[in-house]
């Protein structure tokens, strides 16, 4: 335990002996845990640890009866097929008990966002938001789920929600 908590180094050498070093395969994708971090990651920036928690625990879950239907040996204790469940199950958790929950009285807007694209811009949120677009953009940046680029007028979803709002990769404009 102590050696956990003095290296980094033994933290990741741990980590990557139950975790494959990638969730997505292939030279440009990252590590495993640059793409937990960012795909727990809100349009304000924010991970929270509960997150990247409720992600491990689905993916867990989901190893479970990976194991349970194919009792085969297996590389890692938690495989990219997991990982990637666990996080789109997150994605639901997080749009129904934190947004429509917490933030009922922005739910019609959000809800707008439903099946359109990962990237907008200000034109596109304008087609579906009308005239309060302004408001809309301010509230949503506000809790998370558009994220402004450095582009002017440029709005990206952050993959938090990707999943639960069934949105489409690419750009809306």
């Known amino acids: 335990l102590k050696q956990i908590?003095?290296?980094?180094?033994?933290?990741?050498?741990?980590?990557?002996?139950?975790f494959p070093s990638q969730?997505?395969?292939?030279?440009?994708?990252?590590?495993t845990l640059d793409w937990i971090y960012s795909h727990c990651q809100d349009g304000?920036?924010?991970?929270?640890?509960?997150?990247?928690?409720?992600?491990?625990?689905?993916?867990?879950?989901?190893?479970?009866?990976?194991?349970?239907?194919?009792?085969?040996?297996?590389?890692f204790l938690i495989s990219s097929v997991a990982i990637k469940y666990g996080f789109l199950r997150l994605s639901e958790k997080k749009l129904t008990t934190y947004l429509k929950a917490e933030f009922p009285h922005f739910w019609p807007?959000?809800?707008?966002?439903?099946g359109t694209k990962s990237e907008h811009n200000k034109r596109s949120l304008t087609k579906i938001f009308g005239k309060n677009v302004n408001i809309v953009i301010k509230n949503l940046c506000s809790v998370g789920v558009l994220q402004h680029q450095l582009s002017p007028d440029s709005y990206k979803i952050p993959f938090l929600f990707r999943p639960a709002l069934k949105l489409k990769q690419g750009k809306a404009f």
């Not at 969730?23 to 590590?31: A, C, D, L, M």
């Not at 991970?47 to 297996?74: C, G, H, M, W, Y």
């Not at 807007?109 to 439903?114: A, F, G, P, R, S």
């Open 23 to 31: 969730v997505e395969t292939g030279k440009k994708q990252s590590s």
């Open 109 to 114: 807007d959000i809800e707008m966002l439903q």
């Open 44 to 75: 304000r920036g924010v991970v929270t640890p509960r997150d990247v928690i409720d992600l491990l625990n689905f993916a867990r879950s989901k190893q479970s009866e990976i194991f349970a239907s194919q009792p085969i040996e297996q590389e």
């Open 5 to 18: 908590e003095k290296s980094e180094a033994y933290r990741k050498e741990a980590f990557y002996k139950i």
